[in-house]
């Protein structure tokens, strides 16, 4: 009967209350699980067969509340009042019952069908306390389900609980409103009233939640009467009238009074159902012992760095072996084409563009999916939500928002998803201010970049000149805010309040589709902008074809074969790169090289880290891309053949180790990755867009300079 039954229903819940986990175990989707509130910023949608209807469920932002004062708030109440999913499963974190079950009141308010998981159950019962869950039910009208998220438990359950509501329609809306005291009770009944005689100003929200809110003072349902009809007019004075009522009754501000009625019905709710005789222990006792610890003023600076800098060495050193098998592997490839395909332009076309574009970025996938799987352990267990606390002391003494780290933070991954958490920030300065230091934290898409060139040159010290460049784009992005903030973006700085949660096991399913669901896009990249743009750099790279060279290389290379000189012999491997680089620099691509040198000259950079440094703009990763196709890295054979790192730290590319440290440093800093620029055009307007671009190219050049000249002076080469 129900075969073709479309059910929705939506998640709902507090940050850090284990609703993505729990989204994740129902519909198999790879969705983010993030230890720290505003991690899921739009909703998460996926979908699932059970006992014969096709589910569509919803992940809604995580939220304390219903009123319309942040983004997750306002888009959690949005979908539940217009697309009115057929249930709302609220997931409450049951070691915080009373400040979750808030949450739950305006649920009720809102008259959705309702069914309440009592999530984490497992840490509920180590803390000694005893829930009526009978009693519970019967006060609130909503089933009650007992889950273990982390661990798979009683979740199919919650599914069970939903169809039952659905199915069984006597369970409808059998829920006991909240009480707000006579004096409020009677003006939202009567307000409520008069709104159903005007449906047309409801759209779809219901009466007595929208009274609710408007003698509340809710600005966003308060847009529903402003029109100046006469029924809107009545509407409007009931309000006025209802509002003063209530101040001169209870000498408190209506919002504060609907608010401890919310409180209220919770307490009392609690008090009926929550055992007076359990002698409670504080769930958060340990991690409050830990955090002496973690999060002291003087201890939690020095092992935050520590973690971090095991976090990269991990990175490099632990992929080196994976890096170094798909490297052998990726030859081999290429060793095998070249000897079934014939010589032609579509073979050079697919081993020299495509395969040696993409494979110079295939090879760091371990090393992406080591650093993620490892920041996925720092989320997981909660220790992010510290460094956040830990670094906004800092940003906060050198004039930066507190709440800008969360952004900043997530700037370590990928900028997009991060410039987009700016959304959260409740001021527009606040918002510009962080979209423009964002791009400054090293993205993931620039580590090949430090891996290879790093690898190349710092081979002993690799993993530690990475993790300094990461730092060093924390530090100019502290030296860029205070600049800004005291020039541009001039205003006080205000509070940081973020939830600590406590710390917890993370689980093996949960970090492995944490890093899977990152590494995924990156490779989506190979097979998309990168293989595009490898492709295109190898037509720019190879014609137009010269016609004529300065000298009779191919008359040579025959000389000194005849005269008895081996094939792969110095001079013969000497004269042919000669003849490579004359054809390339009569390429499109060398001329442009031409046109960039001057430029990049003082920096120490070749012509082709120019040009690879231009074709970045697309996308980081692209930057090792073209050093692939330009410097030839592609193999002959796979035992001989040159790889990338070699050829770019041979005498002959013309690359010094200072201008190696210099050219990572510009790839830090300079301009991001276009899509990056075009989500700061969307988020912020075109005016911060180019300031942006600008900036942040001056920036790169003035540093890697310093960083050159630097050098020279302390004698490096």
Known sequence: MHASR??????????????????????????????????????????LEYRGYTIELIDLPGTYSLTAYSAEELVTRTFIVDEKPDVVIHV?????????????????????????DLNMWDDFEDSGSDLDLEKLHTMIGAPIVKTKAHRGEGVTELLDAAITLVEETEEHHRHVPVSYGSHVNDLVSELATLLEQNPELLGNAPPRWAAIKLIEGDAVVAQLI???????????????????????????????????????????????????????????????????????????????????????????????????????????????????????????LIIEGALGGVGSVLI?????MILFFGIAILEDTGYMARAAFLMDRLMHALGLHGKSFIPLLMGFGCSVPAIMATRT????????????????????????????????????????????LHFFGVAIAVLVGRILSRTIFRAAPEPFVMELPPYRLPTARGLLIHMWERSR????????????ASILLWFLGTFPRAAELSRDYDGEIELLLASGAAANSTEVESLRAERAAE??????????????????????????????????????????????????????????????????????????????????????????????????????????????????????????????????????A
């Not at 479309?6 to 230890?35: D, E, M, W, Y």
């Not at 409450?92 to 309440?116: F, H, I, P």
């Not at 005498?651 to 990755?673: H, K």
């Open 226 to 348: 402003e029109g100046d009809t006469p029924e809107t007019k009545t509407i409007r004075r009931f309000v006025e009238r209802a509002s003063r009522h209530i101040s001169r009754a209870t000498r408190s501000d209506p919002e504060k009074v609907i608010t401890e009625g919310r409180h209220g019905y919770v307490e009392g709710a609690l008090k009926m159902a929550l055992s007076e005789r359990a002698v409670p222990i504080d769930r958060m006792e340990r991690s409050r012992r830990i955090d002496e610890v973690f999060t002291d003023r003087l201890l939690g600076y020095p092992i935050f760095l520590v973690f971090v800098w095991l976090l990269f060495q991990a990175t490099f050193r632990l992929g080196t072996y994976p890096m170094s098998w798909l490297d052998s592997l990726v030859s081999r490839f290429t060793v095998f084409l070249a000897g079934v395909l014939p010589p032609s332009l579509l073979t050079d």
């Open 521 to 532: 896009v990156y490779l989506q990249k190979m097979g998309g902008v990168i293989l595009v």
């Open 425 to 468: 920030l409740e001021s527009k300065r606040d918002r510009i201010l962080t979209t423009l230091l964002v791009p400054l934290m090293s993205c993931s898409a620039r580590l090949p970049v430090y891996i290879l060139v790093a690898g190349a040159f710092f081979a002993a010290r690799a993993g530690t000149i990475v993790f300094a």
């Open 364 to 368: 760091f996938l371990p090393n992406i």
């Open 6 to 47: 479309r059910l929705t229903i939506a998640l709902a819940g507090n940050p850090n209350s284990g609703k993505t986990t729990i989204f994740n175990a129902l519909t198999g989707a790879r969705q983010k699980v993030g230890n720290w509130p505003g991690v899921t910023v739009e909703r998460k949608t996926g979908t």
């Open 583 to 716: 054809e390339l620099s009569l390429t499109y691509v060398g001329r442009a090289g031409r046109i960039i040198a001057p430029a990049i000259a003082p920096l120490g950079f070749t012509w082709e880290m120019g040009v690879s440094l231009v074709t970045g703009f697309v996308a980081k990763e692209v930057v090792v891309s073209t050093l692939g196709v330009l410097y030839h890295a592609e193999s002959d054979s796979a035992e001989s053949g040159e790889t990338l790192a070699r050829a770019l730290s041979s005498p002959d590319s013309g690359i010094t180790p200072r201008a190696a440290l210099a050219f990572m440093v510009f790839v830090l800093l300079y301009t991001p990755c276009i899509i990056t620029v075009m989500t700061i055009y969307r988020e912020i307007g075109a005016r911060w867009m180019w300031f942006s671009v600008v900036y942040q190219t001056a920036l790169a050049w003035i540093v890697s300079f310093a960083v050159y000249q630097l050098g020279g002076l302390l004698g490096f």
């Open 92 to 116: 409450v974190d049951s070691g915080n019952l009373a400040r979750n079950l808030y949450l739950t009141t305006q649920l009720l308010e809102l008259g959705v069908d309702l069914v309440l």
